[in-house]
């Protein structure tokens, strides 16, 4: 064995685990910890891993990969069903974002390939960090949640071009526009046959190997799919990512997508985070001292111009103002495309070193600070005085619904949870309003006939005008961590609190609630196992009596020292 290369995987790996370990504590994106480790074991840093061929190759895997996903999530029909997001905003803010950034760099004295691939990576944010931060706030599904990932969308398409004219400018040195657009064209008709030949060879090959009932099988087969098609695109003259993004099209259009989404999904996390690290590896630290002015000046392209060019294609868009700027403020940072882009530009040689370090530092910097920024978005909305408008009439409408109640129940949150409650009050007649902030869960709510309303838990006069200070109880059926530990501070500044039940996904939450001073804590996942072990024992001849007795004494010995605090 190699010890040379044992040892520097042994510390790529260790470096790696810390840093990302580190930002998940602090509730960053992972993807940073892995850009971190890369800066840091890198010929710029400490310089104890080179980047080597076996280095490049697992990072070339791990872009792979990572085309092959974005395939999976593409779909022509939703984008159709969200053109004005998609076709309308996604283009008008790549486009404007390319030219304005392309056009000021070719002013200063660019050439125009470097400055068309720099303007394409600072059009990019990164999908994976503000879905993630949308879906913990529950704002995937609002106006400005949607109207984000029509955009987001539109970039990873926009990614597949940009990706063609560096493997085209790389190759053939600097071809005029009509040899440009041939390369295009002959690419497209690639696309084109290798997504007609493999969509029934696909069909084909899965379901012969779910005939064969081995997991094992399956899993090769995905993988063979998504490298061949990769490969077979690198014989066609393109790009292999190319073909990963195509491969993954097919199946994300079949019945065999979400098997294998998940089966290939720990291959995606470990080669997309080398990916990452070779990323880091690739940023020079030394920009900071000897570019410092082109790096602010960067942030400022990033952030505050980037947001003010998305909040004005919004508009033309016709989106609300208020969702365009929630939008601008979410968008405003860099993307892992972008430094996608921008890595393999340096590498390629076409963007010269002095030029694309401070925009590579820009984009992994602002990447960094997105979470924070995207859990602030609200605040785009105070310089039209929204916010406030919205609030006074949900109190109103709260108020309306909430006069007669008293010693009520607040049900906060009416899904798939929280309906069940509230079925199960109805038939109790205990009296009760639900908050619903979700448009498609108020309407299935309301379609039922539940009491429900619309507004936003987490604000104190929402919670005031359902009558919190006359209600028995305070019930949150979701597992936000954030919105959860704002309702229990809320419900605390009360004269006489109202008792609180929260709804945790796992018990590893009930510590935390029970801190911020929740009543009682529901676990779902030991209410389900200890429901299923009531049921089993019932069946196996017990009494409900001996049935109780037993599930009460393995639930207060599950977890002793929230003996009080638990509900099952």
């Not at 998504?226 to 079949?254: D, K, N, Q, R």
């Not at 590896?281 to 000897?290: E, K, Q, Y």
């Not at 859990?375 to 309306?400: C, K, M, Y």
């Not at 838990?457 to 006359?470: K, N, P, S, T, Y």
Request: charged content about 15%; hydrophobic content about 55%; some cysteine.
């Amino acid at each position: 064995m190699d010890d040379v290369l044992l040892a520097r995987t042994l510390i790529l790996i260790g470096a790696s685990g810390l840093a990302v370990a580190i930002f998940t504590s602090l509730r960053m994106p992972a993807a940073m910890g892995y850009l971190l480790a890369g800066v840091a074991l890198g010929t710029h840093g400490l310089g104890l891993i080179e980047a080597a061929e076996n280095t490049r190759f697992l990072a070339e895997l791990g872009l792979i990969f990572l085309m092959f996903m974005v395939g999976l999530e593409f779909s022509i029909p939703t984008i159709l069903g969200a053109r004005r997001d998609v076709l309308v905003a996604g283009s008008l803010q790549v486009g404007l974002m390319m030219a304005l950034v392309a056009t000021g760099l070719v002013v200063t004295g660019e050439h125009l390939q470097a400055a068309i691939l720099i303007g394409g990576a600072v059009a990019m944010s990164s999908t994976a960090v503000t879905l993630k931060q949308l879906a913990d706030q529950g704002e995937v599904s609002s106006r400005h949640g949607r109207l984000v990932l029509g955009m987001l969308v539109f970039q990873d398409l926009a990614t597949l071009p940009l990706l063609i004219l560096v493997d085209v400018w790389s190759r053939a040195g600097s071809p005029g526009a009509i040899g440009i657009l041939k390369q295009m064209a002959v690419a497209a008709a690639a696309l084109a046959a290798v997504a007609a030949i493999a969509r029934p060879l696909v069909h084909f090959g899965f379901s012969g190997v779910l005939r064969t009932r081995s997991p094992d099988l399956f899993l090769l087969w995905a993988l063979m799919t998504s490298l061949g098609t990769a490969y077979a695109m690198h014989l066609a003259g393109l790009a292999p990512p190319i073909g990963a993004f195509v491969a993954g099209m097919v199946i994300g259009e079949s019945e065999f997508r979400h098997r294998v989404e998940e089966d290939i999904r720990p291959f995606r996390d470990v080669l997309v985070g080398l990916f990452f690290v070779s990323v880091g590896m690739g940023i020079d630290l030394s920009v900071i001292a000897r570019f410092p002015a082109a790096i602010a000046l960067w942030a400022l392209v990033l952030l505050p111009v980037k947001a003010a060019l998305i909040f004005t294609t919004s508009l033309i868009s016709g989106t609300h103002r208020e969702a365009a700027a929630r939008a601008a403020v979410i968008l405003a940072h860099g993307g892992e495309f972008g430094l996608l882009l921008m890595t393999l530009a340096l590498q390629t040689g076409i963007v010269s070193p002095d030029t694309g370090q401070p925009v590579l530092f820009a984009l992994a910097l602002t990447m960094g600070v997105a979470p924070l920024v995207i859990q602030r978005n609200h605040w785009a909305e105070w310089p039209f005085g929204l916010r406030d408008r919205r609030l006074a009439g949900t109190e109103v409408s709260i108020r309306a619904e909430s006069n007669r109640l008293h010693d009520h129940i607040i049900l906060c949150g009416c899904g798939r949870v929280g309906r069940l409650v509230a079925t199960v009050l109805e038939s109790a007649a205990i009296p009760y309003i639900a908050i619903e902030l979700d448009l498609g869960r108020f309407r299935t709510a309301r379609r039922q006939g539940h009491a429900v309303v619309f507004g936003d838990a987490r604000h104190h006069r929402v919670l005031e005008a359902a009558g919190m200070d006359q209600a028995q109880l305070v019930v949150i059926t979701f597992d936000r961590d954030k919105a959860v530990e704002r309702i229990l501070h809320q419900v605390k500044q009360v004269d006489t609190p109202p008792a609180t039940l929260v709804s945790a996904e796992d018990d590893l939450d009930m510590a935390r609630f029970a801190q911020f001073g929740a009543t009682a804590v529901f676990p779902e996942n030991l209410a389900a196992s200890l429901g299923l072990a009531d049921q089993a024992l019932l069946l196996c001849g017990k009494t409900q009596d001996e049935a109780a007795q037993v599930v009460s004494k393995v639930r207060t010995e599950l977890n002793p020292e929230l003996r009080e605090m638990v509900g099952i």
